[in-house]
């Protein structure tokens, strides 16, 4: 009798495909802090990439996912629940925009986001931006200014223009331009803001050019910033919008943001995503929206960036921070891994990004105000 060979060991997962991951193992969380496998606390001033705004375990975020699992744990959109539609309505009322297609991260609102503005204006180009980030998908890619030549061919015409350069945006729009896609800060690139009346501007050269204005606020929206989208702080709506990050508390869900005249253009069948807009994610943005709304979240955030650039522009060492509200980039006069890691040891958690020298904060906005000071404490310490 013959036996089959033995069948290789799987290999071990890889965690965001090997991405390089910090030596610590997390096993829970309580407010803004969080805890390893051996107990140690770490105040978390990364948020999980700028997602958990309402700290961990927040007991009525909580609440509100159990009460939905054990009322309706799923359903598709094939037909209506009304927590999706409170939770659009809420979503809509908060950010300012008419209409909102619930996905499930925000790669995936880009890629609708890209498709309904190549489809709405029947033209083929997106002009996006150098250093820009969209997400990785094959669509998003394409707007994405790295990682897009490791997977070609790009989806769709797009042409990279410099980020804050006002002219040769304009020197790159065209009657083939469907839409201008941009961060109004750049986060993965390290919280790179561009200069004052930029968006504005922006959005007149669109709006000269009958090119629809996309705004990727995955990342600096539903008030990590200090603003429910932070077009808003420069005056600006967008045609299109997408959020992700903090909208669902650390629950995954995202949404595109759209006005009537642009949903308008979109027919049924033309998007469509099985998970995206269930119950349970539902539940957790009407959740995340209605507690940033009772207990003052997003002006709590604004103060506390307010705070935290007061005390960390004083260390010497720290040559500019950028960004607002819980979402900043510290610029160092070194390079920010060797003083993530010596951070770490101290017990915080902060993240780097695109600029080598800079070192990214995304805290939650119920981090209380002595968890400034400590913070400083220590990067003053490490970078003497």
């Known amino acids: 009798m013959s036996v089959a060979p033995a069948l290789p060991l799987p290999p071990p997962l890889l965690d965001n495909l090997g991405a390089a991951q910090l030596p610590v193992t997390l096993v829970r969380g309580q407010g803004a802090r969080v805890f390893d496998d051996a107990g140690r606390a770490y105040w978390d001033f990364y948020g999980g990439h700028a997602v958990t705004m309402l700290g961990q375990g927040h007991p009525r975020w909580v609440a509100a996912i159990a009460a939905q699992a054990a009322k309706l744990s799923f359903c598709t959109t094939m037909t209506p629940t009304p927590v999706r539609d409170r939770a659009a309505t809420a979503l809509c009322a908060f950010t300012g925009m008419d209409v909102a297609f619930f996905v499930n991260s925000g790669a995936e609102a880009n890629e609708a986001a890209l498709k309904i503005a190549r489809k709405a204006t029947g033209r083929p180009v997106v002009v996006s931006m150098v250093k820009g980030f969209h997400g990785r998908t094959m669509g998003a890619l394409g707007v994405t200014y790295k990682y897009r030549d490791q997977h070609e061919p790009a989806h769709g015409d797009v042409r990279f223009v410099p980020f804050g350069d006002i002219q040769a945006l304009r020197d790159a729009m065209g009657p083939d331009v469907a839409a ?70 650390g629950f995954p869900v995202a949404a595109t943001l759209m006005t009537e005249a642009v949903a308008a253009t979109v027919q049924p069948g033309e998007h469509g995503t099985t998970f995206g807009g269930g119950p349970l994610a539902c539940a957790a943005v009407e959740a995340t929206l209605n507690i940033l709304r009772d207990e003052g979240l997003v002006g709590r955030a604004a103060r506390l960036g307010e705070l935290l650039k007061l005390e960390l522009s004083k260390i010497e060492g720290v040559n500019e921070v950028r960004g ?44 209380p105000e002595s968890a400034i000071g400590a913070l400083a404490a220590s990067l003053q310490a490490v970078l003497a």
């Open 180 to 249: 201008v896609m941009l961060e109004p800060v750049q986060g993965i690139a390290g919280i790179v803001e561009p200069p004052p009346g930029y968006l504005a501007a922006v959005e007149a050269a669109c709006r000269q050019e009958g090119a629809l204005l996309i705004c990727d606020e995955v990342q600096s929206g539903i008030g990590r910033a200090g603003w429910p989208l932070l077009s808003m702080k420069e005056g600006v709506r967008p045609d299109i919008a997408t959020v992700g990050k903090g909208l669902g508390g």
């Open 324 to 367: 607002g509200g819980v979402w900043l980039g510290l610029v160092l006069d070194r390079p920010a891994k060797p003083i993530q890691m010596a951070l770490l040891e101290r017990g915080f958690m902060c993240g780097t990004s695109g600029d080598p020298n800079v070192l990214r904060l995304c805290p939650p906005a119920v981090l």
